[in-house]
């Protein structure tokens, strides 16, 4: 049989007349089994639902009776523009593209029972019924191609201004802004401030790797190297499980702070790293490295008391020195208990005697002065 050039007169009169009520119906069936729909009707997008839909059914007659039904499955300009739009209200509104696209299944079968009862009740055959099939469910199928791309483009084009809001806050954040100058960059950037942050230092090649085992609300801003991750509500028990988790990253993991002052926590990782250690082992857990950032805060001042404390050794020869300046810091810090001394240094407990004796000869009564004591304990960490 031949397939007509354009609907009858009088199937397209017809279908025209069911239109409003195919329309409703679809709309109606939209809302109720796609659950996504449901609040976003009730939440103002009615009007751009029902738009939509009416345009879609609207355009197709017209195609169908105009330009010939060979014509149909090619949506004209306002349905498409209509359901790019609806596409992204979606992307806007937090919804998936899988509602979306159930929106399109549902309402391409409301659609197509209400203008295949009109369509036939006015004459139509069952091949031309056929036929007509074809070219509705072809022509939802362009619909829902557009509104697809305009779902895709809105999440592209507002994940693009979010990752710039976001670097913008974390650039912030460590140049120590004022709180309420943060308060106001995380509300533009959509992001809920955590309890605190934690700075992590980590070479640029190993920052992908980093993040697929931190928390997804970690911000990098910059493009510095090191790369900086600011890692959200890791303090107390949380701080093993990072630093295992960052484990063979060559990463430096400053201590927490309140988030708004996480500049304090990436100042202190910037020192850790400047004094190096950093490797492929354990992550370099910077709280663990308080007395070396103490002893090296002033690295001329430290010279300074090294060359004092350590004076009465300079006239002794090389081998000398070396022995008995490794003998008083293992007497020092294992608070002169001989034994233990002697075990450390791997030597007879009368070789520590001895060493000492050398060692107060040289000192006289300052190895009892706190003062002294300090000074050396400084001089020799």
């Given at each position: 049989?031949?397939?007509?050039?354009?609907?009858?007169?009088?199937?397209?009169?017809?279908?025209?007349?069911?239109?409003?009520?195919?329309?409703?119906?679809?709309?109606?069936?939209?809302?109720?089994?796609?659950?996504?729909?449901?609040?976003?009707?009730?939440?103002?997008?009615?009007?751009?639902?029902?738009n939509a839909v009416q345009l879609a059914l609207g355009g197709f007659l017209e195609l169908a009776t105009t330009r010939g039904a060979a014509a149909a499955d090619t949506p004209i300009q306002p349905a498409l523009d209509a359901?790019?739009?609806?596409?992204?209200?979606?992307?806007?509104?937090?919804?998936?593209?899988?509602?979306?696209?159930?929106?399109?299944?549902?309402?391409?079968?409301?659609?197509?029972?209400?203008?295949?009862?009109?369509?036939?009740?006015?004459?139509?055959?069952?091949?031309?019924?056929?036929?007509?099939?074809?070219?509705?469910?072809?022509?939802?199928?362009?619909?829902?191609?557009?509104?697809?791309?305009?779902?895709?483009?809105?999440?592209?084009?507002?994940?693009?201004?979010?990752?710039?809001?976001?670097?913008?806050?974390?650039?912030?954040?460590?140049?120590?802004?004022?709180?309420?100058?943060?308060?106001?960059?995380?509300?533009?950037?959509?992001?809920?401030?955590?309890?605190?942050?934690?700075?992590?230092?980590?070479?640029?090649?190993?920052?992908?790797?980093?993040?697929?085992?931190?928390?997804?609300?970690?911000?990098?801003?910059?493009?510095?190297?090191?790369?900086?991750?600011?890692?959200?509500?890791?303090?107390?028990?949380?701080?093993?499980?990072?630093?295992?988790?960052?484990?063979?990253?060559?990463?430096?993991?400053?201590?927490?702070?309140?988030?708004?002052?996480?500049?304090?926590?990436?100042?202190?990782a910037t020192r850790v790293a400047e004094l190096g250690g950093v490797g492929d082992g354990p992550a370099v857990d910077t709280q663990q490295r308080l007395c070396e950032l103490v002893l090296h805060a002033d690295e001329d001042?430290?010279?300074?008391?090294?060359?004092?404390?350590?004076?009465?050794?300079?006239?002794?020869?090389?081998?000398?020195?070396?022995?008995?300046?490794?003998?008083?810091?293992?007497?020092?810090?294992?608070?002169?208990?001989?034994?233990?001394?002697?075990?450390?240094?791997?030597?007879?407990?009368?070789?520590?005697?001895?060493?000492?004796?050398?060692?107060?000869?040289?000192?006289?009564?300052?190895?009892?002065?706190?003062?002294?004591?300090?000074?050396?304990?400084?001089?020799?960490?």
């Amino acid at each position: 049989m031949t397939k007509p050039t354009t609907l009858s007169v009088d199937v397209a009169r017809s279908i025209r007349r069911g239109l409003p009520k195919v329309a409703e119906d679809t709309v109606a069936a939209i809302v109720e089994e796609v659950p996504a729909y449901a609040g976003a009707y009730s939440d103002g997008m009615s009007a751009i639902i029902d738009n939509a839909v009416q345009l879609a059914l609207g355009g197709f007659l017209e195609l169908a009776t105009t330009r010939g039904a060979a014509a149909a499955d090619t949506p004209i300009q306002p349905a498409l523009d209509a359901s790019y739009k609806l596409g992204r209200g979606e992307a806007r509104g937090g919804r998936s593209m899988d509602a979306l696209l159930g929106a399109f299944r549902v309402g391409a079968r409301v659609a197509f029972r209400g203008l295949a009862e009109e369509a036939v009740a006015a004459g139509l055959s069952a091949a031309q019924l056929a036929r007509f099939a074809e070219l509705v469910f072809a022509y939802i199928d362009a619909l829902s191609a557009a509104s697809v791309s305009g779902h895709a483009e809105e999440l592209q084009t507002t994940g693009r201004a979010r990752a710039r809001e976001l670097d913008k806050l974390g650039l912030r954040l460590l140049a120590g802004a004022p709180q309420d100058e943060l308060v106001a960059a995380a509300e533009r950037a959509g992001w809920t401030p955590p309890r605190t942050l934690t700075a992590v230092l980590v070479p640029g090649g190993r920052v992908r790797g980093a993040l697929a085992v931190l928390d997804p609300a970690t911000l990098q801003p910059g493009d510095d190297e090191p790369a900086v991750l600011l890692v959200p509500d890791v303090e107390g028990p949380g701080r093993p499980a990072l630093l295992r988790a960052l484990e063979g990253r060559e990463a430096v993991v400053g201590p927490p702070r309140p988030w708004w002052d996480v500049a304090a926590s990436h100042r202190r990782a910037t020192r850790v790293a400047e004094l190096g250690g950093v490797g492929d082992g354990p992550a370099v857990d910077t709280q663990q490295r308080l007395c070396e950032l103490v002893l090296h805060a002033d690295e001329d001042a430290l010279a300074d008391l090294r060359a004092a404390a350590l004076a009465p050794l300079q006239d002794l020869s090389d081998s000398s020195r070396e022995k008995l300046t490794e003998t008083l810091r293992s007497w020092l810090l294992h608070h002169g208990r001989r034994e233990a001394v002697a075990a450390e240094l791997f030597v007879h407990p009368q070789t520590v005697r001895y060493r000492m004796g050398q060692l107060r000869d040289l000192y006289g009564d300052r190895l009892e002065d706190p003062r002294t004591v300090l000074e050396l304990t400084l001089a020799l960490a």
